[in-house]
């Protein structure tokens, strides 16, 4: 009787969304260039982080509705790699004089805290932190024969877990979900897998796509993450990762580019670096040549159906942008990255034309998840870009 009710909730939300994303599927953006910020993050209200130099120091700052504000540093600057619904904030500080990287996160008020657990060499940062305020990143841990890199979990109080690899050295976590589970990477005895722990320490090896790495940048509430992995022909494929059925590839772009009228490049790799709610994710795909100096890089973005856009089809051409990296995007759809205006390196927000349609989406998205039950939710993800 469960299964058959867990059926007909998984069936509705189907019916109920199809409209939502079919519209929402194909947006034409309007593109707001950020200056000389680097954009790594958005938060839901449009609420940016990153860093920008300034005074030859690359900085922590913050970038709301054009306006730009540096984040509180130890002098010797640092980054911003997340940013909360509530403002919080985090990353790493550069420390002085040795200017290694150092895990911090900063509050609402912008006030400034290294977290606990790592020291000064080597490096260590922290990567995501979700809303009840558990953070997910990595740094070192003592040991005999040289420092080793973890997966680390800070609790709100501050406590920090160190998470093992699979019988390798290293493990990394790239973000963090609604139940406390780390997302990242582990090495094994002679590969990287994509991998998660859970809110245990557990670790779960989601694996990989037949080559020698895999990882998982980010996560959703729902528990879908994504990331790349590389096949056993050396190639780099965009992948998405549940729990219940580990890593699996998202499409690359297809067809060809022109390059200086007569060269044609096809498309060979893609990677992908966040999901919002919907689920919709966010990356690039680029191209080799005879020449590497003529690889093309172009943003992306995957839908729910499993089908991927390149971002530049979908601006007017006459604005001069080329959109090359998508890093991150909110639940309402706008997109934040890297790309070149008029030949020269830029940083983007695309910001969806018809607005309507982005909140129509994710409106429909938040009412129905909170009416499904908890059985039903916890199976929801394993179907999601489902091709």
Not at 67 to 90: F, M, N, S
């Amino acid at each position: 009787m469960m299964r058959v009710r867990g059926m007909v909730y998984l069936w509705t939300l189907c019916i109920l969304l199809l409209p939502a994303w079919s519209a929402w599927g194909q947006p034409f953006y309007t593109v707001t260039s950020l200056g000389s910020m680097i954009p790594l993050a958005i938060n839901e209200d449009g609420v940016i982080v990153g860093s920008a130099s300034i005074a030859g120091v690359q900085t922590p700052v913050s970038w709301v509705a054009g306006h730009q504000t540096p984040l509180a540093t130890l002098g010797a600057g640092g980054r911003a790699d997340a940013i909360t619904r509530t403002l919080e904030a985090v990353g790493y500080v550069l420390t002085t004089p040795i200017a290694t990287q150092q895990a911090s996160q900063w509050n609402a008020q912008g006030r400034l805290t290294l977290l606990p657990g790592v020291t000064s060499d080597p490096a260590s940062a922290a990567t995501a932190k979700n809303e009840a305020g558990w953070i997910a990143g990595y740094g070192d841990i003592p040991d005999q024969g040289g420092p080793l890199i973890r997966a680390k979990r800070w609790s709100p109080l501050g406590v920090v877990e160190n998470l093992a690899p699979a019988g390798g050295s290293d493990s990394f976590a790239g973000a963090i979900d609604a139940s406390n589970r780390l997302w990242g990477s582990t090495e094994t005895a002679t590969e990287t897998h994509a991998a998660l722990w859970d809110a245990q320490g557990t670790l779960h090896d989601l694996g990989m796509l037949g080559g020698l790495f895999a990882t998982i940048f980010d996560v959703n509430h729902s528990g879908i993450g994504v990331g790349f992995s590389t096949t056993a022909s050396g190639a780099s494929v965009a992948v998405y990762a549940t729990a219940a059925g580990g890593v699996q590839p998202l499409p690359m772009l297809q067809g060809v580019v022109e390059l200086c009228g007569h060269i044609l490049a096809r498309w060979i790799g893609c990677n992908a670096y966040a999901i919002n709610g919907v689920p919709q994710a966010v990356g690039f795909c680029w191209t080799s040549t005879p020449n590497p100096s003529l690889t093309v890089e172009h943003a992306v973005s995957w839908q729910n159906d499993g089908s991927v856009t390149d971002l530049n089809a979908r601006i007017d051409p006459r604005v001069g942008w080329v959109l090359g990296h998508a890093q991150d995007m909110n639940y309402v759809g706008q997109i934040v990255g890297q790309g070149w205006l008029n030949g020269q390196v830029g940083c983007f927000l695309l910001t969806p034309a018809d607005e309507t349609i982005a909140l129509a989406a994710y409106e429909v998205v938040k009412d129905i998840r909170r009416t499904l039950p908890a059985h039903v939710r916890e199976r929801l993800p394993a179907g999601l870009f489902h091709r």
